[in-house]
């Protein structure tokens, strides 16, 4: 009998967190209030080797501007790109961003099919890019500050803006501020008291992927803001119930297959124990059993032991 290896614990620590899904949850539910006149398509494949746009939001057409600040910039193509916190952004990341909306541009499926006029670029990242502002100002592009954490590049051929989501005000920017290792405690109780708003399904499953990632970052002020708030810890396993739950089935078809084999075993070792006591060889119980002869023969050292 073959034996599974017991597994380690993995810990949040041991994983690289995910930000991405995080992000594109996030916008979408920045956008909510816009919904009906935008279509998200995330990991947008530029072609058919792997060459993906982060986030690719298509405004339907004959719709009237987006209400929420992060969308004024938009036209009916908006190529999105996110940089993780710790990553860079550099003037070589900023053009490949413009190079990939080129490219979707040029994969139309007929002639100008994607109107360059109707495309936009947007990046985001949580840090103020200076060195990236510097470089783009060398090259006699103009930075202009929108609004706070929202700063709009001039002097290329299409709209591009450039949001700092650690600047981001308000509380509809909370659910781009908590995707940070450093999230304030007041923006994540703020976005865990809002989220009650949010009754479609899919809000509710970018609520738990927003709130997956921000845990993960900032574990130990998710455990004191539980802590400290009965109401914040309802809450927030009520947001993720359905985490929890897939966690606990998991765990227990752990510890039943941990029985199962477990009982395997035993009988195994017991089995070993009568024919030896027939005169039979440690090889062929070890055959009978279906059991490696080391293992048999440590049953065997184990109950002479037992037996002195």
């Known amino acids: 009998m073959q034996f599974k290896k017991k597994r380690e614990n993995v810990t949040l620590s041991d994983m690289d967190i995910q930000w991405h899904p995080g992000f594109c949850a996030a916008v979408e539910l920045e956008l909510a209030g816009d919904r009906e006149a935008l279509e998200f398509r995330r990991e947008y494949n530029l072609s058919r080797k792997p060459l993906q746009i982060d986030l690719l939001v298509v405004k339907k057409p004959d719709t009237a501007h987006i209400r929420n600040e992060i969308g004024r910039i938009f036209r009916q193509y908006n190529v999105i790109e996110y940089k993780s916190p710790g990553d860079g952004l550099s003037i070589d990341d900023f053009f490949k961003t413009i190079g990939y909306a080129c490219i979707y541009k040029g994969l139309g499926e007929t002639t100008d ?118 109401d914040m810890c309802e809450a927030l396993r009520l947001l993720m119930q359905d985490e929890i739950e897939a966690e606990l089935q998991k765990g227990l078809k752990q510890g039943i297959e941990q029985g199962i084999e477990k009982g395997r075993q035993q009988q195994a070792r017991e089995t070993a124990y009568e024919l030896y006591n027939m005169g039979l060889s440690v090889d062929k119980i070890s055959r009978a059993v279906q059991t490696s002869i080391e293992t048999v023969q440590g049953w065997f050292t184990e109950q002479v032991a037992l037996t002195q």
């Not at 200076?130 to 002097?155: A, Q, T």
């Not at 499953?205 to 708030?229: G, T």
């Open 113 to 230: 099919r994607i109107p360059i006029s109707q495309v936009t670029v947007s990046l985001f990242r949580e840090n103020y890019p200076r060195e990236l502002f510097h470089s783009l100002e060398e090259c006699n592009f103009r930075i202009k500050k929108e609004c706070s954490g929202i700063y709009y590049v001039e002097g290329l051929f299409i709209p591009v803006q450039i949001v700092v989501t650690k600047e981001l005000e308000g509380c509809e920017h909370r659910g781009l501020r908590i995707l940070s290792k450093n999230a304030l405690a007041a923006d994540i109780r703020g976005f865990i008291e809002d989220s009650s708003k949010y009754t479609r399904q899919g809000d509710r499953e970018n609520v738990d992927a927003v709130l997956q990632v921000s845990v993960s970052a900032n574990n130990e002020l998710y455990n004191e803001i539980r802590r400290r708030s009965s």
